[in-house]
């Protein structure tokens, strides 16, 4: 059977109890004292989670300290293998990204002088297209960039009106960076 979680772990660190059930040799394994060298937790998803502190309280439950700090939105695996190779996993989905970036814009970015928030970007969440509705006047540079601040694409333009093409970008959160003359917006989206 697929274990579950007492708790959907959390940006930073979390302490996070996996619990299985106990059918017919379908638990974790009784591991022995020397469990730390048989018994794995790890974690794959769209970023890299740091698993430490792995305890093993029974045949059927085990906790972990999860290091989500940077982590991108998206739904993670927990595996965790038993000395005799067995494998048990369960999925848990973050919601919201744990990277500074994503802080640094929720928390910063509205306030600060000289940024205008006139522009509209939808839908958001995208699928395939963003709607730009760009309401400053003038050649605005558009900067399209990952939740890392790498840029993947440039567009020049005086349109008020603008569609940049997504589909070809991974689920995550991305910015919008438009430039008109000294005035700078940064907007996110989310790709689904």
Not at 34 to 52: A, E, R, W
Not at 108 to 130: F, L, M, Q, S, W
């Amino acid at each position: 059977a697929q274990p579950s979680l007492a708790s959907t772990p959390a940006c930073g660190t979390s302490t996070v109890i996996i619990n299985g059930t106990s059918t017919k040799h379908s638990e974790f394994f009784e591991p022995g004292i020397s469990y730390t060298k048989h018994l794995t937790v790890n974690v794959s998803g769209p970023s890299i989670v740091t698993v430490s502190n792995v305890v093993f309280v029974s045949p059927t439950k085990i906790t972990a300290t999860f290091n989500l700090s940077g982590a991108m939105v998206g739904a993670y695996t927990i595996y965790v293998t038993n000395p005799d190779g067995q494998i048990a996993s369960t999925t848990f989905n973050l919601s919201s990204s744990c990277s500074a970036v994503a802080r640094f814009v929720n928390n910063n970015v509205k306030n600060k002088t000289g940024i205008d928030t006139k522009n509209i970007i939808y839908p958001n969440p995208a699928h395939d297209e963003v709607n730009l509705i760009n309401k400053n006047s003038g050649q605005s540079i558009i900067q399209l960039m990952d939740h890392n601040g790498r840029l993947l694409q440039v567009v020049r333009s005086s349109s008020t009106n603008l569609k940049l093409n997504v589909s070809n970008l991974s689920s995550g959160m991305y910015f919008i960076k438009i430039i008109t003359g000294n005035k700078v917006e940064l907007q996110k989206f989310i790709k689904n």
